[in-house]
Structure formats: C-alpha cells, structure tokens
C-alpha cells in the first residue's frame, strides 16, 4: 500500500478525527494570521486540509469567503455540523479543477497537511495551488524539518503511578510498536527529502521531511516566493539560523505578479 493511502486511512480513524477536534490554533499560525491580516480580511479564502475545523473559526471570522477542504470525509462531515454558515467540500488537493485559475486571495494548508502525500503529489499539489491563487496572493503552510532532532524515533514505554493511565499507556506502547514495525521499512531518504515513520499517532504515518533550505528551493521551484518562516514558538527563522529544536517550520509565500504559470 502506498504511504499515501496509508496516511489517509490513518486520518479517516473517529479516532483520529476526534483528536483533531479538541486541537488549537499554534503560536506561529497567531501570529501570521495577525501579521498578514490584509491579505484575509474580507478576501478569498481557501484552507486546505481544514481537518475538524481547527483553523476555521478564525478565518471566518476575518472572511466569509471561505472554503475548507479536506481528503477525509468524515473530516468535511464533523465540520459542516459545527460551522453551518461556512462551506465544506470533500476534495483533493493534488486535483483541485472544482476551483477556477486565480480564484483564492489567501491559501493555507496547515499542520504539515503537505507532508502526508508522496514527493510527485505535492509537487502536483503545489501546481494547483499555484493556479488557484491570486497573483501576489499569499500561500502559507508548514512542513515536518528535517534537521528536527527527534525526527528519527522509536516507541518508548511511560510509566505513571495511575494503574488504569498505565494500561492505556501500555496499549499506546504496544500499537506503536505493531505500527513501527510495519511502516519503517517505507521509510525513504534522499538528498532533498525523507519519508520519516515518526511517533504521530502512534507510529501510525509516514511524513514527508525537508530542511528549510530545501523547501525554499521547492517552492521558488513551483513558482513562490518565500517571504518569511517560522519554528513551532512563532519566532522568525532566517535561511542560516539553526532549527533542531523546531518538528515543523511554517512558511509563509507569495506568488509574484506577472509570472508565468508553472508547466
């Protein structure tokens, strides 16, 4: 099975979906959306991988040009139960034709959204994005990094006085180690990126990972300009500075006016 499917039907688990549920807005996405609220007041918005509705909540209330998307159906359903007023659609990034060209102001794609498809599907995903964002429209997401010093990990048993924590502990440890066991051998590392089987829902996925040196050249590579980046702690990131401590890096892109469209 391709980590692609696998990673969706990970997603797709109640279990999974409730957990996205109680989630909350990170310190780094605060502060863009504060930043860059210019480009979110009253525009277009489109976000991707909207999962429970985690991020929705703010944008809407900054717009009520928003539309959220998401791969995992139950993901759409749980959403359209709790926001009535904003409109959700099953769909797929890596094709995204329901949507005309140069259609989104502001486009998002949160919580390392990218790093669950292969390489081809996000370069692919990343074209349709390109074509559905406004010129000198912004596109910011963030994406697993690879210099983390704790990308590479293995399951870890958790003692706890609580004799009935410590059985649920107990079966988390035994269900990471099933999922460890079968998933690290997909495991792929290149010059320019890693498919990284990390302790995410216990060892349950297999997430792309890409140093910000890197993601830079990708992203000038699909036709964006990387404007700022961030660690998990909201502070800016400069192409030379260290980031071991940070899982994830947030960035923030625009796409240049008067460029041609990415073949």
Not at 75 to 95: G, P, Q, W, Y
Not at 116 to 144: M, P, Y
Request: charged share 25%; glycine share 4%.
């Amino acid at each position: 099975m391709p980590y692609g499917a696998i990673n969706k039907k990970c997603y797709e688990k109640k279990r999974t979906v409730l957990e996205y549920s109680l989630t909350a807005l990170q310190i780094a996405e605060v502060m863009i959306l504060i930043k860059y609220r210019e480009y979110i007041v009253n525009k277009h918005i489109l976000d991707i991988g909207c999962g429970a509705g985690r991020t929705t909540l703010p944008l809407t209330r900054l717009s009520k040009h928003y539309i959220g998307i998401d791969f995992s159906f139950d993901m759409v359903e749980l959403c359209r139960r709790k926001f009535t007023n904003a409109t959700f659609i099953h769909h797929d990034v890596r094709s995204m034709e329901i949507f005309e060209d140069e259609l989104f102001d502001f486009v998002l794609f949160s919580y390392n959204g990218l790093d669950s498809i292969s390489h081809d599907d996000r370069l692919k995903s990343f074209k349709e994005i390109h074509r559905v964002l406004k010129e000198d429209g912004l596109f910011v997401f963030s994406s697993h990094n690879r210099n983390y010093h704790r990308a590479n990990s293995f399951p870890k048993i958790v003692f706890t006085p609580d004799p009935y924590a410590q059985i649920n502990l107990l079966l988390k440890y035994f269900r990471s180690i099933v999922n460890f066991l079968k998933n690290r051998k997909l495991e792929q590392f290149n010059e320019e990126y890693a498919i990284i089987n990390d302790k995410a829902h216990s060892y349950a996925l297999l997430s792309y990972y890409i140093d910000k040196n890197s993601q830079i050249l990708q992203n000038k590579s699909m036709g964006f300009e990387t404007i700022e980046m961030y660690d998990v702690s909201g502070n800016i990131l400069n192409p030379g500075d260290k980031d071991s401590h940070s899982a994830w890096i947030y960035y923030v892109t625009r796409k240049p006016m008067n460029i041609e469209t990415v073949q």
